[in-house]
Nanobody
Framework: QVQLVESGGGLVQPGGSLRLSCAAS????????MGWYRQAPEKERELVAT???????NYADSVKGRFTISRDNAKNTVYLQMNSLKSEDTAVYYC???????????????WGQGTLVTVSS
């Protein structure tokens, strides 16, 4: 059983910063790609950023230069540092893990429950 637990969401003023964390629990040997997606009210879920096991990153154009994704493989944890937040960043942020290798099994994809980020004055 693999679970992703997100933390760090909350209310922040425009221009402010937040750091999201997502820890994968279970007897995990490796995770190929970890990432963050978000879903704003009445919109589809969209990619925010991903990072591979070899730390190759990919960002949505809307967050480039403001958000930074990183991971700690020893802790099976991924982070999202969000700076210069805008009201349009308001959404539920979901953690995603692909290619999760556990004892005798590979999970193609696992999602977290989501954490709400609200950017408002």
């Amino acid at each position: 059983q693999v679970q992703l637990v997100e933390s760090g969401g909350g209310l922040v003023q425009p221009g402010g910063s937040l750091r999201l964390s997502c820890a994968a629990s279970g007897t995990i040997f490796s995770i190929s790609t970890m990432g963050w997606y978000r879903q704003a009210p009445e919109k589809e879920r969209e990619l925010v950023a991903t990072i591979t096991l070899s730390t190759i990153t990919n960002y949505a154009d809307s967050v480039k230069g403001r958000f930074t994704i990183s991971r700690d493989n020893a802790k099976n944890t991924v982070y999202l540092q969000m700076n210069s937040l805008k009201s349009e960043d308001t959404a539920v942020y979901y953690c995603n893990a692909r290619g999760v290798v556990v004892r005798g099994q590979v999970y193609p994809e696992v999602w977290g429950q989501g954490t709400l980020v609200t950017v408002s004055s």
